[in-house]
């Protein structure tokens, strides 16, 4: 379901549903101007969604180059800064809001060359997404550019991902197959064929050999998967413990001699990944040239879970000679270090917290975004290389994320925002101090950085005694006398919401959304129920979520009973959208409760399990079995649509590769022959995550108008 890198419910008697907590996060609500006065021109969301939002940061292994994208108002490029003045340099000059999105990228180790893939990859017809419509199609492709800006962007071949030759004389470029490709101006070496493995199964690089000359590679062949090792030079593969298992991630030992790998139980017959279930995994460590392998560590039964898999290297070794992974084994997902040899392994994040994106330094430090200073926000810490002191680098009430180590680590640069100032390339001494946001490093005089409010944190309690974490967004004190009042829920379910601008591009989209609602009038609650990350596994792994008994409701409906007792809001006038997964909960709480809410907008939602359980989208991910498909079906929206009266906004793209439009289009037609108020803005071409910036504004548009309309902010 939604996005970027980890995806998705609730039920109950409202009465017992109680505000367990509250905590005011710093600033109050920023003071208003009297009706006497001048009343300031109103926030639009083109305003809010204005300034360059920074993503896809990398640094080079060896010199002081840092890359990213920015995403300025639709317009992808990529640019480029170097230490220790960071200034930054545009290195592409795309010029549309075309939404061809730009990444992964990659530097080669000398920091000369800067690769990216531009546009999205193709669906099961062969056809890449192309929002525009334009007649002559998209593609998805590699291209190297001069990270000094010398030199115009240059195509190397399709593909969706690569990885550069340690010699940086050759691009290894991932597509429907593992192939190799010269850069520009340079011969290519002897090995390097545009079709390198032709293998079966579907291959992807894991890593070159320190020397360059073998490289591993991950063979997916289906229910099971090997590791191998193919020497460039002799055109010769060597498969590493090749066993009944799923295997991969490998990763190379720093003299060269052995590599590790993940390994876990291969699929058993009709067996399917369950999005809430837990995969016990084991590292083993082999002999890269005779390929005899042996398991140095096995985790418990509860690890190794949706989560730990999501991260893009939850396995490395370390220079310094270390096995570094990614682990729910405590419950809350940490990083540990590990002999090669096995024993016990060692944590280098630690708490009833949970670490995100991490950084592994040459010296053998650690950084690590996480949330072990406050579990509603973002923090860097870093650890030192024995894992014995954990240090926070930034502030406790920020959003800091995606530490990568500059000029051997002597600078740390990161994305960093708060509640009003957005996403922004930031860089800091390697032992922390001042912050510096190099990117953009000013804000357009559009924005309305003064006007933005602080949203509170607050903890809710529902009807079966399970605390969920919401922020709430208050109107300007210019909006007199009982509120309409909004629930957002987010979707994945896998994600969760900041009382500050997201570092996913969909949700800090969503988070300038809510400060424009409240700018409007709305009392919003974000909402970060059950099922989500960052609060520990047993709350994303709760008990009859989804399809299995759709628990979560019950954090939906403490939602809506916290904002029915606020002297501020009329409990008559209480909305509710999302996306995906919130599309989810937001026809459920429609279709369950029309009593308790009066409309809602519901952004490609799933309204049918059941459909779900025949697979083609991720919101299959869920290894629903024949005998589950009756609960299944009574856990959707569809089930309950002759309870449904409140008027509903359906938003689709019909090129909606995570849940299909067809789920859409069935509710649609339910509550159509049942006359309830439906309005619609179905989007052709467009993807899942709403690639266009003139989308994201059409979106937002029709969901504030939709809502004026059906909840009248303003009127007593």
């Not at 170097?82 to 795309?94: I, K």
């Not at 500050?500 to 989209?509: C, P, R, T, V």
Request: some cysteine; hydrophobic content about 40%.
């Amino acid at each position: 379901m939604n996005q970027q890198g980890r995806h998705w419910i609730r039920g109950g008697a409202i009465g017992a549903a109680m505000l367990f907590g509250t905590a005011w996060l710093g600033t109050a609500l920023l003071a208003w101007p009297s009706a006497a006065a001048a009343a300031p021109p109103a926030i639009d969301i083109a305003d809010l969604l204005s300034v360059p939002r920074p993503d896809q940061m990398i640094g080079a292994a060896d010199a002081p180059v840092l890359a990213w994208v920015s995403n300025e108002q639709g317009v992808r490029n990529v640019w480029a800064a170097r230490a220790p003045g960071f200034a930054p340099q545009q290195l592409t000059a795309y010029d549309e809001d075309d939404g061809q999105a730009i990444g992964p990228l990659q530097l080669s180790r000398d920091g000369r060359w800067l690769a990216y893939v531009r546009g999205s990859g193709p669906d099961a017809a062969g056809n890449n997404s192309n929002p525009t419509s334009d007649p002559d199609g998209q593609e998805q492709a590699v291209w190297v550019v001069a990270s000094d800006g010398s030199g115009k962007p240059q195509r190397i071949a399709a593909g969706r991902g690569m990885q550069f030759a340690p010699q940086g004389d050759a691009l290894l470029v991932q597509g429907r197959a593992l192939g190799c490709h010269a850069l520009p101006g340079i011969k290519a070496p002897d090995w390097c064929k545009e079709a390198l493995i032709k293998t079966r199964g579907g291959n992807s690089a894991g890593a070159f050999s320190p020397d360059g000359k073998r490289l591993s590679f991950t063979s997916d062949r289906g229910d099971h998967s090997f590791i191998g090792v193919l020497d460039l030079a002799a055109r010769t593969v060597r498969w590493i413990g090749a066993d009944f298992n799923r295997d991969s991630h490998p990763a190379w030992s720093p003299d060269g001699r052995r590599i590790a790998f993940l390994r876990r139980a291969a699929a058993r017959i009709g067996e399917q990944f369950d999005l809430t279930g837990a995969n016990p995994f084991e590292i083993w460590v082999a002999d890269a040239a005779g390929g005899r392998a042996q398991r140095v560590y096995r985790s418990n039964d509860r690890a190794g879970g949706y989560a730990q898999f999501a991260e893009p290297n939850p396995l490395q070794w370390s220079r310094d000679n270390r096995l570094v992974f990614s682990s729910e084994q405590s419950g809350w997902l940490h990083w540990y270090a590990l002999s090669p040899e096995g024993g016990e392994p060692i944590a280098l994040s630690r708490g009833e917290c949970e670490a995100e994106t991490s950084e592994l330094a040459e010296d053998g430090r650690f950084f690590f975004s996480g949330n072990c200073a406050d579990l509603d926000y973002r923090q860097l810490f870093v650890v030192d290389a024995k894992g014995a002191a954990q240090k926070l680098l930034t502030g406790k009430h920020e959003i800091a994320t995606e530490p990568v180590a500059v000029a051997g680590g002597q600078w740390l640069a990161f994305r960093h925002a708060d509640a009003r100032r957005p996403s922004a390339i930031a860089v800091m001494p390697r032992g922390g101090g001042e912050l510096r946001r190099i990117f953009p490093a000013q804000l357009p005089a559009r924005f309305p950085i003064d006007r933005l409010v602080q949203p509170e944190t607050i903890r809710l309690r529902a009807s079966d005694g399970v605390v969920s974490h919401a922020t709430v967004f208050e109107p300007p004190a210019s909006f007199k006398g009982k509120r309409p009042a909004l629930v957002y829920v987010h979707g994945g379910p896998v994600r969760q919401m900041l009382p500050g601008w997201h570092y996913g591009s969909y949700y800090y989209a969503d988070y300038a959304s809510n400060q424009w609602l409240a700018s409007q009038g709305f009392v919003v609650l974000a909402l970060n129920f059950r099922a989500g990350t960052q609060y520990g596994q047993a709350f994303r792994r709760a008990e009859k979520q989804g399809p299995r008994g759709i628990s979560e409701y019950q954090d939906v409906l403490a939602a809506q009973a916290y904002l029915a007792k606020r002297d501020d809001v009329d409990a008559r006038r209480i909305g509710i959208y999302g996306g995906s997964y919130g599309g989810f909960l937001t026809a459920s709480a429609l279709a369950r409760n029309s009593d308790l809410f009066a409309a809602g907008v519901d952004r490609h939602g799933v309204h049918d399990w059941r459909e779900s359980a025949k697979g083609g989208d991720n919101s299959g991910l869920w290894g629903l079995g024949p005998d589950e498909l009756e609960l299944a079906w009574r856990s959707s929206p569809a089930a309950h649509v002759d309870n449904w009266r409140s008027p509903v906004l359906f938003v689709h793209g019909d090129d909606d590769r995570a849940v299909k439009f067809s789920q859409s289009v069935d509710l649609v037609e339910r509550l159509r022959a049942r006359d309830v108020p439906v309005e619609t803005l179905v989007l052709p071409d467009e993807d899942h995550f709403f690639l266009r910036h003139a989308t994201w504004l059409q979106v937002h548009r029709s969901t504030m108008e939709f809502f004026r309309r059906q909840l009248k902010p303003g009127a007593d």
